[in-house]
């Protein structure tokens, strides 16, 4: 299972960094992903890391969220800066398996952002 | 960046079967046999119920079934049951040379 952690009510132009603990797996030996949802709003896939560790992100963070992981932690990360309005939104942690075209298997709760002066 | 295409809502009487559609294009939808499905019930997290366009992962009821033709993916949900009643959501692969994957817009629906 994973758990995220991390979110908070930030300002404009605030950074913040939300974890995502592993359990039952190792998260370098498997494709792992950040999903936002908006309230009210579907989903957005905006980060990826390898398991090569080669990472890639949605145009909409380029620039501004960073997705890295720890391995002696067994935790993933996704470092947000320069944070908008429009990053509002719950932050899902999820696995993809079997392999980077498989499904997003492993879902947690999320942790919610809420950017706002 | 790809849009897949999904209707706002479905809906369908208990015992009978629904199917939802996700349209994409000959880039994604119709390049790979990469669609997942996911249910979403409100205030949840998103469920994996599909995977490479027919795979149900385990634990998930042969009642959800998907298929391609070209660019659309479907999901068909037989004998429907109150439960059901939920947000699904499609996702195409994109290739390892775009940002990988997209999700369809949703698709609520209501069991009646």
């Known amino acids: 299972q994973v758990v995220e952690s991390g979110g908070d009510l930030i300002q404009p132009g605030g950074s913040l960094r939300l974890s995502c603990a592993a359990s039952g797996f190792t998260v370098s030996n498997i494709y792992m992903t950040w999903v936002r949802q908006a309230p009210g709003k579907g989903l957005e896939f905006i980060a990826v890391?390898?398991?090569?560790?080669?990472?890639n992100h949605a145009d909409s963070v380029k620039g501004r969220f960073v997705i890295s992981r720890d391995n002696s932690q067994n935790t993933l990360f996704l470092q947000m800066n320069s944070l908008r309005g429009e990053d509002t939104a719950v932050y899902y942690c999820?696995?993809?398996?079997?392999?980077?075209?498989?499904?997003?298997?492993?879902w947690g709760r999320g942790t919610m952002v809420t950017v706002s002066s | 960046q790809s849009a897949l295409t999904q209707p706002p809502s479905a809906s369908g009487s208990p015992g009978q079967s629904v199917t939802i559609s996700c349209t994409g294009t000959?880039?994604?939808?119709?390049?790979?046999?990469?669609v997942s499905w996911y249910q979403q019930h409100p205030d949840k997290a998103p469920k994996l119920i599909i995977y490479e366009v027919t795979k149900r992962p385990s634990g998930i009821p042969g009642r959800f079934s998907g298929s391609k033709s070209g660019n659309t993916a479907s999901l068909t949900i037989s004998g429907l049951q109150a439960e059901d009643e939920a947000d699904y959501y499609c996702?195409?692969?994109?290739?390892?040379?775009?940002?990988?994957?997209?999700f369809g817009p949703g698709t609520k629906l209501s069991v009646l």
């Open positions: 999820a696995t993809l398996s079997p392999g980077l075209t498989g499904g997003f298997d492993i």
């Open positions: 996702s195409s692969f994109l290739g390892t040379n775009n940002f990988p994957y997209v």
């Open positions: 000959s880039s994604d939808v119709g390049r790979y046999n990469y």
């Open positions: 890391i390898f398991i090569g560790g080669f990472t």
